[in-house]
Nanobody
Framework: QVHLVQSGGGKVQAGGSLTLSCSASGRMNTPIWFRQAPGREREMVATMLENGNTNYAESVKGRFTIARDNAKNTVYLQMNNLEPEDTGVYYC?????????WGQGTQVTVSS
């Protein structure tokens, strides 16, 4: 059974940093980080294509970095210079084989 297991997150003051991790039992293809703020729809934050190119939401460009360690089947989201608007539940999503999977979500809270 495939699982995406997330770790990291927590509470931090504005300007601080956090790193999220997402690990799987197999190689994740095209991993994507999403977030959902209270009362808002889930939005894409960062994605890594199979050629290594990355895409970011405009609101996080220059502050967030998506990275992966294929040997560990783990994807990371490094978040720097966090803002209160970054508060929300963060989810990873990836395709393993031919199926898509979601992580369980992790809360990130940024105080001003």
């Amino acid at each position: 059974q495939v699982h995406l297991v997330q770790s990291g997150g927590g509470k931090v003051q504005a300007g601080g940093s956090l790193t999220l991790s997402c690990s799987a039992s197999g190689r994740m293809n095209t991993p994507i980080w999403f977030r959902q703020a209270p009362g808002r729809e889930r939005e894409m934050v960062a994605t890594m294509l199979e050629n290594g190119n990355t895409n970011y939401a405009e609101s996080v460009k220059g502050r967030f970095t998506i990275a992966r360690d294929n040997a560990k089947n783990t994807v990371y989201l490094q978040m720097n210079n966090l803002e209160p608007e970054d508060t929300g539940v963060y989810y990873c999503r990836a395709t393993i084989g031919t199926a898509g999977y979601w992580g369980q979500g992790t809360q990130v809270t940024v105080s001003s």
